[in-house]
């Protein structure tokens, strides 16, 4: 079947890397998997030997009428778009409330998606998704830099990198390589108020060239030397940039300043 640019469709081709995608997920018979985007199917067969039951949901409306006429056991094609599909209600009809994700994410929405399935109100226990191996790097930030996105994922979750999968492996063949990461849920996300925490790190990546205290005192209007107060107390140095901050330091500086900035 011909992809659709507009979907941004690459489709695996190698079995052998589908095979080990599901078995990375490490999934008990008992246990369900929600897969977003299955396209050819090449990995719905794997998850679908190895999963109690197997949701896919699938955009195309000709490639989801094609893996229905395949029916693989314990599988349920659904046509339609994760981001705009009620995902809670979808989970409570199939009783899929205990679940995992696998999924071949399109590059150009994969933040929205991985941001959805972990801010939703039936989280996913594990993902293994694979993504842009660039954007998969900054997720688990491997050179030591963080951003907005690996401190959105780190808050709820603790990433890891699995394994690279070269452009060669897809139809079409992507301008870019591949990585498969590992998302699981931690168990204890602190109890804070979620919209203004993010508002905070958002104002601390502001600009990537400014220290952390030229950000947050032109994000805030509040002069350098609060900033500076609120930065001491929390053990961060004066001159640090949000690049260098994990999600416990962001946690900290919030717990900071959050009597006197955000009530």
């Known amino acids: 079947m011909q992809p659709k640019k507009s979907l941004g469709q690459n489709f695996l081709a190698n079995d052998s890397i589908a095979e080990r995608i599901a078995n990375s997920a490490n999934f008990s018979s008992r246990e369900n998997v929600l897969e977003i985007g299955p396209g050819t199917g090449i990995l719905t067969k794997y998850l679908a030997k190895k999963a109690a039951k197997v949701l896919a949901l699938e955009i195309d409306r000709d490639l989801a009428g094609k893996l229905q006429k395949e029916k693989y056991k314990n599988t349920k094609i659904i046509e339609g778009d994760i981001l705009k599909i009620n995902l809670p209600r979808l989970i409570e009809e199939n009783n899929f409330k205990e679940y995992k994700v696998v999924a071949n994410l399109p590059y150009y929405i994969t933040s929205k998606i991985i941001r959805l399935l972990l801010e939703t109100k039936y989280t996913p226990q594990e993902m293994v998704l694979m993504v842009q191996k660039e954007v998969g790097e900054r997720i688990v930030a491997l050179d030591g830099k963080e951003s907005i996105l690996s401190i959105s994922v780190k808050f709820y979750a603790d990433p890891e990198l699995l394994f690279d999968v070269s452009r060669e492996n897809f139809d079409p063949s992507p301008e870019v390589d591949s990585a498969v990461i590992r998302i699981k ?72 300043i959050g009597n006197e900035q955000f009530r």
């Not at 030229?214 to 930065?231: A, G, R, T, V």
């Not at 107390?233 to 004066?238: C, I």
């Open 185 to 256: 849920r931690k168990e204890n996300i602190p109890d804070i108020d979620i919209k203004q925490f993010f508002s905070l790190v958002r104002a601390g990546f502001s600009s990537k060239r400014k220290m952390l205290v030229n950000n947050l005192s032109s994000s805030f209007q509040i002069s350098k030397d609060k900033i500076l107060e609120w930065m001491k107390k929390s053990g961060l140095e004066p001159g640090v940039r949000a690049e260098k901050l994990g999600v416990e330091d962001w946690v900290k500086l919030y717990e900071v």
